[in-house]
């Protein structure tokens, strides 16, 4: 089966968004190629990157500090972190109300969120591996996930020792 590169390098799609990375920062001739053939590349993006200089439209939306989400690391286990601090600009906006805004623009169901909570607990019905828990529902510790994890957990099996120096006269 193709991936989802081999898909875009081919051309198959007209538009494609590019979500906090930067393919052409990181590699400008691969991304020259994979992209090459896309009409409206849209980029949403914490900083002013090589991508978003290639792109159509670019959209600048609020880093993690700034919002509310959730992540699952290689071991499978859930994460929630909350806004840390408020936003200086608050016409600057998530990622997820960029994507509703462009859905809407597009006239394409289904993209009734406001924010990436939302998204979550509509996440969290539709799997069952989320045992239909919702975003405030999630411990500050998260919850392993009944996931084959990705890579072992990280200091598995290992003891914290204290720093010790020898101060030396």
Do not use: C
């Amino acid at each position: 089966a193709e991936t989802l590169l081999e898909k875009i390098e081919k051309g198959a799609f007209k538009a494609v968004i590019v979500m906090e990375q930067d393919p052409f920062g990181e590699n400008p001739e691969q991304a020259k190629k994979v992209y090459g053939k896309v009409k409206a590349l849209v980029v949403l993006s914490t900083h002013a990157t090589e991508t978003a200089k290639q792109a159509a439209m670019a959209f600048p939306m609020r880093p993690f500090t700034e919002k509310a989400g959730t992540f699952v690391n290689a071991a499978g286990h859930l994460q929630r972190f909350k806004l840390a601090v408020e936003p200086e600009n608050p016409d600057l906006v998530e990622s997820a109300r960029w994507i509703t805004k462009l859905a809407r623009a597009l006239e394409l169901n289904g993209f009734d969120y406001e924010d990436t909570p939302m998204i979550f607990n509509a996440l969290a019905k539709e799997n069952a591996k989320l045992d239909g828990l919702t975003f405030d529902s999630i411990s500050p510790a998260g919850k392993q996930l009944d996931l084959k994890p990705a890579s072992p957990e990280p200091f598995q099996g290992i003891q914290a020792q204290p720093n010790v120096f020898e101060m030396k006269s």
